[in-house]
């Protein structure tokens, strides 16, 4: 977990089934990389908010532009590498051990986000100091 890169951060083809009525992604934890314990979702979030500002130590999620745009700078403390979420068949495969930055919100947008973990506090790292201590083990 401390040792994830941003390199092992991908996006994934959740895949879409077309139909003559739209379409449909569906997302089963029976074929996730984690089961997934809690699902929210981000919207009215103003194109100049940045959201995240944190990692975590050992939740792992899939976050996915389910309308809209947005951008996920992920940050490993060492390297940088944006991820430009806008299509809602895809996910963002966030590791743990990453910094995580959201920002340049479509109007419009919803950030869908399954996570592999309940909702506690002491899973986040909220300061980026703290967060580079942790990823150089000071």
């Keep these: 977990m401390k040792n994830n890169t941003v ?5 994934v083809d959740l895949s879409k089934v077309h139909t003559n009525h739209g379409n449909i992604t569906v997302v089963e934890n029976n074929n996730n990389p984690f089961e997934v314990k809690r699902i929210y979702y981000l919207y009215d979030v103003p194109g100049v908010v940045e959201r995240g500002g944190h990692a975590h130590y050992e ?5 996915i532009a389910a309308s809209g745009s947005f951008d996920v700078i ?10 430009t979420l806008n299509r809602p068949y895809l996910a963002l495969h966030v590791l743990p051990g990453l910094w995580r930055e959201l920002s340049n919100f479509s109007s419009g947008s919803i950030t869908m986000v399954l996570a592999s973990k309940i909702y ?7 300061n980026y100091e703290e967060y580079i201590k942790y990823k150089t083990n000071e």
């Excluded at 939740?59 to 976050?63: A, D, F, S």
């Design 74 to 83: 992920l940050d490993d403390g060492t390297n940088k590498q944006k991820f």
């Design 7 to 11: 390199f092992d951060c991908s996006t």
């Design 59 to 63: 939740l792992e999620q899939y976050i």
């Design 120 to 126: 506690e506090e002491k899973d986040y790292i909220r």
